[in-house]
C-alpha cells in the first residue's frame, strides 16, 4: 500500500523535480510592467522575448479601451451558466459570425479555453472505433484529447508525408473490420521550431484516403496567410481543413479559444462538446474585447506586416552571425545550441543578468541531452533597438558558450527568498 501524497512528495515530475532551485526564475517568473518588449523582472527592465503578443494587440489603446469598456458595462459574471443553460448572448453569436467569416468557413463554435476545446472535441467526434492519425510533435492539449479516445491511434513521424501516408494505410485496413473513420489531427505551425505543417501535403492525402482533418493553428491565427486567417490561408488549402482550432491566447491577446467547419459540425459540437456543456461560458467583456482584436486584425494588416519585418530583421541577423535557427517558416525563432544543461543555465542567466534579455529555453528531458533551444518570439511592437542589442547579447554570450567560460558554473539556488 502506498500513501499517494508520500509518492507525490518523494517524486516531484520531471520539471517539479527543480522546483526548490529554479522556482520564481526559470520557472514561474514574474515579468511586471505593461506588456510590452521592456518589463521588469526583479526589478530590472528586461527585453522581452517570451511573449505571443505577435501582433501588439495586448496593450494596443483600442484593445484597452473595448476591454475596459465591456468590464464596466457587464461585469466579468456576465453571462452566468454554460452557453446551453443560460450563458448565450448576442455578443457571441455575433463573435462567432465574424470569426466564420474571417477563417473562410461555415460556421464557428467558441470555446472557453483552447486546452480543453482540443481535447473535447477530438473526444466529441470520435468512438472507439474510430482512428486517429497524428504528429508526434502535436500539442499537449491534443496529446491529451488522444488520452480520452478508447480507439486506436498511429502517430506519424514529424512532419513526414511518407510516414503519415503508412499510417493512413493501416488505418485503412483497421477500420475495415472496426466500420470506423479516420481522423487526422496535425498542428498550423508548431510552436517550438515554428515549422509550418505540411497541410497542403497532408490535404493531397485525401485523393487516395478518407479521413477528416482536424488543425490546430493556434501560432498560424493572425501571422500567415493574406489576411491573417491562418496557416490554411497561407498554403492555399483553407478550404480542406474540415476543423480549424484557433486559441485566443496569441495573437489575440486574450483568453478563449474558436473552432470553424461546415454548419452541422459545429451545430453537432455546440451540443456535444463537454468542455462547453458542463463550463462556464465565455465572460462578455472578454467576447467584446475579442470583437475589437478580430476588427483590428482584419482592419490592419500593416500589424502584421510589422511582426514578419521583425521577426526577419531577428532571423535574418541570426542567421549572420552564424546561429543555426533550424527550419522555421513561421515568425517562431529557435536558437539551436550545443551544451549541457548547467552550461545553459548559466547562458541564459548571463544574458538575464548582463544584458537584460529575457527569453525562454529548452533543455533535457523535453530534447535530447547536449541540445539546447532559445526560443525567441519576435512581435510587431519590437523596435531596431531591442532586436539589435539582442543580436549583440546572443553572439556575445555564444563566444562564451564555445570557450567553455560557462561550463565551470554549477546551477545556482536562484529561488526567491
Ligand atoms: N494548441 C496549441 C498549439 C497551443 O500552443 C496552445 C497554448 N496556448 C493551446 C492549443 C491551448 O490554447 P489555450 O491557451 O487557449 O488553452
New binding site residues.
Given amino acids: 500500500m502506498a500513501d499517494i501524497f508520500e509518492r507525490l512528495l518523494s517524486n516531484q515530475g520531471p520539471i517539479g523535480q527543480h522546483r526548490e532551485r529554479a522556482h520564481g526564475y526559470f520557472a514561474f517568473p514574474k515579468l511586471e510592467g505593461e506588456i510590452g518588449t521592456r518589463m521588469f523582472f526583479r526589478g530590472k527592465e528586461k527585453i522581452v522575448w517570451s511573449l505571443?503578443n505577435y501582433l501588439g494587440l495586448a496593450n494596443h489603446p483600442e484593445v484597452r479601451a473595448a476591454d475596459a469598456k465591456a468590464a464596466a458595462d457587464y461585469g466579468l459574471a456576465s453571462p452566468m451558466g454554460a452557453r446551453m443553460m443560460s450563458g448565450n448572448t448576442n455578443y457571441h453569436e455575433q463573435l462567432e459570425k465574424e470569426l466564420s467569416d474571417y477563417m473562410g468557413k461555415e460556421d464557428t463554435c467558441l470555446?472557453n479555453?483552447?486546452?480543453?476545446?482540443?481535447m473535447s472535441t477530438i473526444d466529441a467526434i470520435c468512438t472507439r472505433r474510430d482512428v486517429i492519425v497524428y504528429d508526434a510533435e502535436c500539442?499537449?492539449?491534443?496529446i491529451d484529447g488522444l488520452r480520452l479516445h478508447q480507439g486506436h491511434r498511429y502517430v506519424f513521424k514529424h512532419n513526414d508525408i511518407e510516414d503519415c501516408e503508412k499510417q493512413l494505410k493501416r488505418a485503412t485496413e483497421m477500420i475495415k473490420t472496426s466500420g470506423g473513420g479516420i481522423l487526422v489531427v496535425t498542428?498550423g505551425v508548431f510552436?517550438m521550431a515554428g515549422d509550418q505543417g505540411k497541410l497542403k501535403e497532408i490535404a493531397a492525402l485525401k485523393e487516395k484516403f478518407d479521413f477528416r482533418l482536424l488543425v490546430?493553428d493556434?501560432?498560424g491565427f493572425g501571422t500567415l496567410g493574406k489576411t491573417g486567417a491562418g496557416t490554411g490561408e497561407e498554403q492555399g488549402i483553407q478550404d480542406k481543413i474540415d476543423l480549424l482550432?484557433n486559441?485566443?491566447?496569441?495573437s489575440g491577446a486574450s483568453?478563449?479559444?474558436f473552432i470553424s467547419g461546415d454548419k452541422a459540425i459545429i451545430d453537432y459540437l455546440r451540443y456535444n462538446l463537454r468542455s462547453q456543456i458542463f463550463a462556464k461560458s465565455v465572460p462578455l467583456p472578454l467576447v467584446i474585447g475579442h470583437l475589437k482584436r478580430v476588427e483590428l486584425m482584419r482592419k490592419h494588416p500593416e500589424m502584421k506586416a510589422k511582426l514578419w519585418e521583425n521577426a526577419l530583421k531577428l532571423q535574418n541577423g541570426l542567421k549572420e552571425k552564424g546561429f543555426d535557427i533550424g527550419k522555421t517558416d513561421s515568425v517562431v525563432t529557435p536558437v539551436y545550441m550545443k551544451g549541457g544543461v548547467e552550461e545553459a543555465t548559466a547562458m541564459v542567466m548571463d544574458l538575464r543578468e548582463n544584458y537584460n534579455i529575457f527569453c525562454s529555453i529548452v533543455v533535457y528531458p523535453v530534447i535530447p541531452k547536449g541540445h539546447i533551444i532559445y526560443r525567441l518570439i519576435p512581435t510587431a511592437v519590437h523596435t531596431d533597438e531591442d532586436i539589435e542589442l539582442t543580436l549583440k547579447a546572443f553572439e556575445e554570450t555564444k563566444e562564451k558558450l564555445d570557450a567553455g567560460s560557462y561550463k565551470a558554473e554549477a546551477i545556482p539556488d536562484m529561488a526567491e527568498a
Avoid: M
Wanted: aromatic share 16%; hydrophobic share 40%; glycine share 16%.
Fill in positions: 505571443n470555446l479555453y483552447g486546452y480543453q476545446g482540443v500539442h499537449a492539449s491534443i498542428e510552436g490546430d493556434a501560432h482550432f486559441t485566443f491566447a496569441k483568453i478563449g479559444a
